[in-house]
């Protein structure tokens, strides 16, 4: 069933439709979620939380662009709560304004997997975790991390900057001890 | 402007995925059908409610007197026969009603437009037009005591109109007639003389007098609350052993989780029977929806055995005893649920109603506990199918012919919901309130 149809046999109220929407989007979606938390459980519970709300408020898709990116969006700002409501996040969440050394940009190339990519990303602390996946993953610009998360955008920038040196480094470490490296 | 580097992650970042796993998809499910229960309930809620508010507006008369006023003397309201100059075209024939106003409006009349009185006096005009034009020529209305009684005429203060009285008993009224509280004023309209007729004349009058309907349709809604009169319960005990020596153990030591009310309503429809003012019987047919929850754990989809009927018996579904869980016990019934009701005071429509239903089970998902492994599992065949259920209400009911009411209700279950496991699942009760209309 092609996504527009499959939304409206949604809002008909159709469980069918609902469990054929989830299994379409679920696995993608926790990848997401995966990437904001610490560990699968609170990856699962944000997954859930994300899709009462796309259930509760699918009225209100205009059936403008892919319903995925609509969920995604739903998705990635239940993570950014999360993480705020949740205690073991908010001591970690701290967005200091630090000058930071200016880091060379480099561009390497990746051969890790998508999956150890992830758990790199997952090893960064929780702000730096979340800024680099607005920023790196979902394409948001800093002005708008910096409205989302409620810092300046010097600090979201910054912060980026660290966290991006920071994976590479890894990256790149994690490459020259597997088979991945030329 | 994103880089290579952020390309590449973005890039392997879009290809992850990961399979949530089932309690998941099943959460969001729950969630879902609690949020649509919700809004069922108070659509009922609110129908409910409309409805009562619609036959309330549509059919409580106010409480306002006719009055025909002297426009320039309103202290001094002139009924009178005598000295009204007659200009209309054909006069009126003695003793005939010309038109009857019963509480604020004219319920008869045989001249449906706002004429003029002649006194002699300033022309007395009716005050409100739209008052005075009936909405709804009702011949059961005019001849019942009781709606003479209900809607008395609020005496005239300083009127001078005297009745007298005719051969036929009918009293016709002149300047100096005086009105008494109880009489049905007979109004004229435009120049046709004015009569009194005492109520018990109206109520001899033969041929005219009202029937009592005997039976009447009746269609109900309910909502309110479900849940379980709480047998033995006590908080969770996790089951730590699943697999220790079940031969050996010492009886039951487990005890299912905590039973929380859930939303109910219900939909009704049936006859009334009128006995007296007073006494009435109800014959109805109601379908019903109840819910309950249950504190549970996760859920599992393995194989295992439980203890019921005294055997081991297979299952493929089951939940533990956590309590992290909720679970929505839903039960459908239909029922044919007889009432007599009886109106408590004589002068205030309030009726206390007290019944007995049969009710057959539609539907049901209830979970079935055993004691011995701790465990919750759906078990159709312990599940009750008929029921005896004790009923009583309060109404109050408002209108004429049709009569809307309203009022809490109650229901509870005599029988249990589940064969086995007696001690730990009590009776079904329903607390709510109920609107309806009879008709």
Known sequence: MDQYRLVKECLKGKTSAQKELYDLFAPAMLAICYRYTKSVADAEDVLQEGFIKVFLNLKQYKFEGEVGGWIRRIMVTTAINYLKKNSRYQSELLFTDENLHAIASVNPVIYLGAKELAELIRQLPPGYQTIFNLHAVEGYTHVEIGKLLGIQEATSRSQY???RALLIQWIEKTEKTSAYAK | MQSEFEKQVQQKMDTLRLVPTDPVWQKVNDAIKRRRDKKRFFVFLLAGL??????????????????LLNPTEKSKPVYSAAGISTTASSPVEPNKPLAVISGHKIVKSSLLHEQKINTGNPPVSVVN??????????????QEKEVVQKHPVTPIRNSTVTPTQNNTGITSIDSSATVAKGDTVIATVEDKPVQVIPQDTMAKQPGKHATRKQWHKVIYLQAGSSSFRQGLLANNIVYSAPNSNMSNFPGRVYYRGQTTPGISYGLGAGVIKDFSNRWQLTLALRYQYYSTKSNVGNKYINDTTVRYGGTWIPVSEYYTNTGTQSYTNKVTMAAFSPAISYQLLRQVPLRLSIGAAYGLLVHSNTLTYDEITNLYYYNKKNIVKNYIQLTSGLSYEVGTTHKMFFGPVFQYTANEQQKANVYTFPHLYFIGLQAGIKF
Request: overall charge positive; glycine content about 2%.
């Open chain 2, 129 to 142: 037009k739209k008052e005075i034009l009936p909405d709804r020529i009702n011949q059961e209305l005019i």
């Open chain 2, 50 to 67: 409309m409805i009562s508010a619609v036959g309330v507006w549509y059919l409580l008369p106010a409480n306002k007197t006719a009055v």
């Open chain 1, 161 to 163: 900057a660290r966290a």
